[in-house]
């Protein structure tokens, strides 16, 4: 199938030569959840953006453009999850320039996008994207080698914390966080330990593997489920025989009893 068009032809006008003086303004916004699974948790936000803006074309969806000398397409993202790290809860909006039935560009879109990213449900927003609801997100975090009775201890000793601070470099340089004050939650999976550990996101059989589920808050410095998995080590020496198999699986906001709201 052909590429549908790209943004408007820019012309000459008041704002100067290949200025788009024809950019149609958008009529409809929609949330879209997609899930990163498979080699694709190995993509970086800026890749999984790149996937999108070419789905988006190929899939037909009236994207509204932005004006000036080089037109974006008005996708705008949530924050993504590291690279590394499957999800089953990743946000974008779309704003499109004709209103179209949310299921339509739902099956357009996975028919567009690579193996490894999947549309899992589009919905009407009025304002789009509102990334304030997205406060908190839950994690399934599998540690190879490591069983229930040698991980249980060291969460309790966590929990017990006020503080746990923990050094990350990022592009900004080292930064320092509170890896406990960002926890609400954190305990070994309902089952003990893992009999397959292909639930996550690589694949492979480890029966001594243990899985937890942590619910942590976004913060400024974001804090993530591998800066929580360095201050277990740092405090107790808990370290998995690989690397963990990390896997978002809800963005929302916090109820009462701890639980993510999508």
């Known amino acids: 199938m052909p590429e549908p068009a790209g943004p408007p032809a820019g012309r000459s006008g008041p704002g100067g030569p290949g200025v788009a003086s024809n950019t149609v303004p958008p009529v409809q916004h929609l949330v879209v959840r997609y899930a990163k699974r ?112 040698v991980v249980t201890p060291a969460i309790q000793e966590f929990l017990a914390l006020e503080h ?43 029966s001594s593997s243990t899985a937890l589920r942590m619910v942590v808050k976004h913060t400024v410095p974001a804090v993530r489920p591998d800066d929580v998995l360095t201050a277990l080590r740092e405090l107790s020496g808990v370290t998995p025989a690989a690397p963990p198999l990390m896997t978002r699986l809800a963005q929302g906001s916090i109820s009462e009893s701890g639980v993510v709201i999508p």
């Open 38 to 149: 498979g080699k694709m948790r190995f993509a970086s936000h800026r890749d999984v953006a790149r996937a999108f803006e070419r789905g988006v074309r190929r899939a037909g969806v009236p994207i509204a453009y932005s004006a000036g000398f080089t037109p974006h397409p008005k996708i705008s993202y949530a924050g993504g999850a590291p690279t590394g790290v499957a999800s089953e809860a990743e946000y974008l909006s779309l704003a499109l320039t004709t209103r179209t039935e949310a299921a339509t560009v739902l099956q357009r879109l996975n028919a567009a996008l690579p193996d490894g990213i999947e549309v899992i449900d589009v919905t009407e927003g009025a304002g789009g994207l509102q990334a304030s609801l997205l406060t908190a997100s839950e994690w399934h975090v599998v540690l190879p080698g490591l069983l229930p009775q």
């Open 164 to 206: 746990a601070e923990v050094e990350r470099l990022t592009s900004k340089g080292m930064r320092r966080m509170d890896a406990r004050a960002a926890v609400i939650s954190i305990d070994v999976a309902s089952g003990g330990p893992v009999a397959d550990a292909a639930s996550g996101p690589s694949g492979g059989s480890s």
